[in-house]
């Protein structure tokens, strides 16, 4: 069987994770990304891990629990709500969560704005944009350019998408001012 956090690992370091950063991992489900994210930025970084679904992140804890990482602050809240944190961030993962958030939505509009919010200048937002038409894709950039973020790159590698590997794209946008 395929590692999946290695592939998950391997996309994070690709898209420019780094050691000392603080991530913030939007709507992280069970840690996917979570896990290697925190690996990837050691002990002197943070990820700040928020969902809604309380089953979702006591399945997060135990996997935290298990690898004994002590970088990742859970954070039980809907985005929709609003964001609140008490650091900004330099980086923010938003995979796999346009099955809810679609891109011609208000609540994205809304979420997009949170995200600019609490990013610090320059911060890096990484969209792996599951469940979004072409067409969709392509309003979903004129969106993130009308909130204050520019496309710095795209990449297509092997990703984890809902328990398996598959090749995906990766959008990297830097917020500007």
Known sequence: MRDLKAYAEQALKTIGISKGQTVLDCCCGDGTYTI??????????????????????????????????QNIKIIEKDVELGIYLPNRVDVVLLYDIFWYFSPRDKKTENLLKEVYKVGKENAMISVFPTHISSNGIKYFKEKMKATGFSLESEYTIKVVHEDHIEKGKILNFKKIK
């Open 36 to 69: 290697p994210a925190a690996k990837l930025i050691g002990k002197g970084g943070l990820v700040y891990a928020i969902d809604r679904s309380n089953s979702k992140l006591d399945e997060l804890k135990k996997k935290i629990n298990l690898e004994k990482l």
